[in-house]
Every structure is written in structure tokens, then in C-alpha cells.
């Protein structure tokens, strides 16, 4: 689910890529040996070359048991549907087709949320008679394109994923739809949209410094129970577009069709095919292909620079010095002074400067070019939870914060401090009703 201004990476050449469609994540080729996260024999449209020896177990961890992928390799939709729901049982929910037609109506272009290269994403509405135990809700609906060569593989790593991870800060998954080459996906519906969205849509209103920092919070809280695997799960493509808001702005991560299983045993890392979006991709893992948690760290480091400044990880709409954010931002990261030059202007200095300078230091630590020197996430959690404290709010736009004078008859003056050509000087009062009677 990219935006617009990000681009895919991978290390297979991708053909008909449309601007048009700015979910479109980025992929190898279909069912590459190479890849090993959830793969076997799958069902049509997509197989691979030749069999392989996959992973057999994701790592205990709490809300997530041992599933062997191996049951989960049969070659038709009808034996794909006996083994979840082996598996899940009541947790998921197998609906059909023609159920999940009536809830969008017919996936009707008014329902239509958005469009990406898994498919298009559907609001649907559930009443309590659906299904016995499933409440009255609104839902999201993501559906397939058969035409498409990743759609199979990462409907299935949803399913497997998040099927069985369970946390505030993932995305719900209600259930799934296999119908010969049909494949769905219903999650819970998210009222606030995507941090992309909210950060870079102009119609928009600007998010509060406050609600900044909850988001921020509630991601690294997601990223840290996928990192609290015995064998880790590495999301791969953390960005503001995958990071989905309630209607209280909780964040949840979304979209775990790129997810992968951690290194096992003695291993440092994972070796696989290239796949992420440009500008949140951590440097090693693009040149080497090595894949660890601290790749995500790189990548949440990114979206805080991107909530610190209001702009995107890549855009070429501007200068070239200014086109990839970790660049430009860098050299202005270590100074209160300097930071206040990039702040996002719609935040209009309602932030807390001791906040920012703290915020940006911490994504400098994330952003670097040696892993090792990445923090991981609950020691980002606790950092960036420490900042909520902080009450001074920042001095920007060439004005002081308002003060209050008293004036002689009885009423209080608010006199606002402007910076003009480096020297102060007071602009006329604003009168407001005095508390006095």
C-alpha cells in the first residue's frame, strides 16, 4: 500500500506498474523457492517452480501457537478451506462468496475504500444473523485480483499471520473467503484511515503533536510483540500507509502480506529476495538481502522523521536534495535550533520542542547505518512514552507563546511577541472579557 510518491523495490523486474494504484506492494516473482515465510504447493493461479523444504513452526509466543505450514500446501480452494479451519476453528470465519457480496453490495464502487496492487478494499456492514457469535459491525472487505501474481501468496500469509497474532496494535482479521480462484479477506474496519492519509492528505485536518505521539507509540508496541518471538516475525513494510487509526487514533498495523519468519537458531539474519518500498527500506537489507528485526527498526525510524516533518519518506515532487527524507533531514537532527526548520508547518509550533528534540534523536538512532547501533523496540517504546511528559511547547512561525497582561480597567490583554528582523516588539493587544466582576 504505498503512496503515491513512494516506489516498490525488489529484486525481480516488475511490469504494468501504475502510479494509479498506490497500495501496490512491492513483490518478487510468484512463489520464488527462495522465500520461504509460508510457501508449499498452493492453489492456483500461482505454484512454484519446484517443491521445497519450508519452515515447519512459527515461534510461541503469546497469542501465537505452533502451526505447521505444511498442512496448508494442498492444491485446491476446498482442501485450502479444510485445513484453516482446522487450524483456526472458530477464530476465523469462513464465509462465503455470495455473503460477502451482500455486505458490500455487489462490491459496489460507493463502498470502495481503496485500490492497490493486492486488489480493491471494500466497507461492508454485518448484522448480528450473518454468523452465529459475530456481532453487528462495519467491516473491511479486501478482494483479490485473479489477474494478479503475488495475490494468492500474500492472501495466505494474512491468513496464517494474523490468524493466529492477536494485540491492540495489529489489525483484527475477522475472516476469510476461498472459492475456487477467490480470494478475500475481511478485517475490522477502521474508522481514521491510514497516518498517510492524515499526514499528507491536504484536505486533512493536522494531527495534534499529542496524537503524534500516541500513534507512534501504538506502532512501536505492534512491531514490538512481532519482534517478541522466540523467532521473531519481521514485518518488512512498515510505513504511515500500513499503519491504520481507530476512532480513538489507536494504531494497528495492517497489511502482513510481506511478513517473514525471523532467523532460527544461530542465524543472524535471513537471506531473501528483496521486497519493501523505497525510502523505509533499511540500506543493508536493499544491497545484501540480509533480513533482521533491526530492519524494521530502519523503517519505523523513517515514519518518525516523517511525523516530525510532515513529509514523505520519498517524494519526487521536490528539489533532488530534498527528495529522500533520511538525507535531507539528517543534518538538522541533533539541534533544537536546526530541528525547528523541518517541523511540520501544520503543526504551527503546537509541539513540545524538549518532545521533538527527543523524537528526533531517537529516529537518528534508528536511522543508522550500523544495525547493531539500532535500538530495539521496547526501548523505543520507553523513550518515546517518556516524551508524553514533557509540557513547554516550541517556538515557531516567528511567534511567542500568547502572554497575559492585566490593564487598568479590570480587563486581561493578551500581547503577542513577533519576531521582526531579529528584534521583539509587542503587537496590539487582543482585550478578552475579564474574570472580575
Known amino acids: 500500500m504505498n503512496s503515491p510518491n513512494s516506489s516498490s523495490i525488489s529484486s525481480t523486474p516488475r511490469q504494468h506498474q501504475s502510479n494509479s494504484k498506490p497500495w501496490r506492494p512491492l513483490t518478487t516473482s510468484c512463489c520464488s523457492v527462495e522465500d520461504q515465510t509460508i510457501l508449499g504447493r498452493l492453489s492456483r493461479p500461482c505454484r512454484p517452480s519446484r517443491s ?8 510461541p509466543m503469546p497469542s501465537f501457537r505452533r502451526l505447521s505450514f505444511s498442512d496448508l500446501s494442498r492444491s485446491s480452494s476446498v482442501r485450502i478451506n479444510e485445513d484453516l479451519a482446522q ?11 455470495s455473503e460477502l457480496r451482500a455486505i458490500t453490495q455487489n462490491f459496489s464502487s460507493n463502498f470502495l475504500l481503496g485500490e492497490g496492487g493486492f486488489g480493491t478494499v471494500h466497507k461492508g456492514y454485518m448484522d448480528e444473523n450473518l454468523r452465529q457469535g459475530l456481532k453487528a459491525q462495519a467491516v473491511a472487505v479486501k478482494l483479490l485480483d485473479i489477474e494478479g501474481l503475488q495475490g494468492h501468496r500474500e492472501w495466505l500469509a494474512e491468513v496464517i499471520f494474523l490468524g493466529q497474532l492477536r494485540h491492540p496494535n495489529l489489525v483484527k482479521l475477522i475472516g476469510y473467503c476461498c472459492e475456487d480462484e477467490e480470494r478475500l479477506l475481511v478485517y475490522e474496519f477502521m474508522p481514521r ?44 513494510d512498515f510505513k504511515t500507509s500500513n499503519v491504520l487509526l481507530d476512532s480513538d487514533f489507536t494504531a494497528k498495523l495492517s497489511d502482513f502480506g510481506l511478513a517473514k519468519m525471523g532467523p532460527e537458531g544461530s542465524d543472524t539474519h535471513v537471506t531473501t529476495r528483496v521486497m ?79 518532545g521533538a528534540k527527543q523524537m528526533a534523536l531517537l529516529a537518528l538512532q534508528c536511522i543508522s547505518l550500523k544495525p547493531k547501533d539500532r535500538p530495539k523496540m521496547p526501548t523505543i ?52 472579557p475579564s474574570n472580575k466582576t
Open 52 to 59: 521445497s523444504e519450508l519452515s515447519k513452526n512459527i515461534a
Open 87 to 97: 487450524n483456526f476453528g472458530a477464530e476465523l470465519y469462513d464465509f462465503q462468496l
Open 193 to 236: 484511515g491510514s497516518l498517510e492519509n492524515h499526514l499528507f492528505k491536504r484536505l486533512s485536518v493536522s494531527l495534534p503533536w499529542g496524537t503524534r505521539l500516541r500513534i507512534a507509540i501504538g506502532a512501536a508496541k505492534g512491531l514490538a510483540f512481532l519482534h517478541g518471538a522466540e523467532n521473531p516475525v519481521i514485518y518488512r
Open 276 to 354: 519493501g518500498t523505497y525510502g523505509y527500506a533499511a540500506p543493508e537489507y536493499v544491497s545484501t538481502g540480509h533480513l533482521t528485526t533491526k530492519s524494521d527498526v530502519y523503517s519505523f525510524g523513517v515514519v518518525l522523521l516523517e511525523l516530525l516533518t510532515g513529509r514523505r519518506a520519498m517524494d519526487k515532487s521536490r528539489p533532488k536534495t530534498e527528495q529522500y527524507l533520511v538525507d535531507w533531514a539528517k543534518p538538522y537532527l541533533t539541534s533544537s535550533r536546526r530541528l525547528r526548520y523541518i517541523m511540520d508547518p501544520r503543526l504551527a509550533g503546537q509541539y513540545s520542542e524538549k
Open 381 to 432: 517504546i520507553e523513550t518515546l512514552e517518556s516524551l508524553q511528559n514533557f509540557k513547554d511547547m516550541a517556538v515557531t512561525c516567528g511567534q511567542w507563546p500568547v502572554s497575559t497582561k492585566s490593564t487598568r480597567n479590570g480587563a486581561s490583554a493578551k500581547v503577542k511577541l513577533e519576531v521582526r528582523g531579529g528584534n521583539f516588539r509587542k503587537s496590539s493587544p487582543i482585550f478578552t
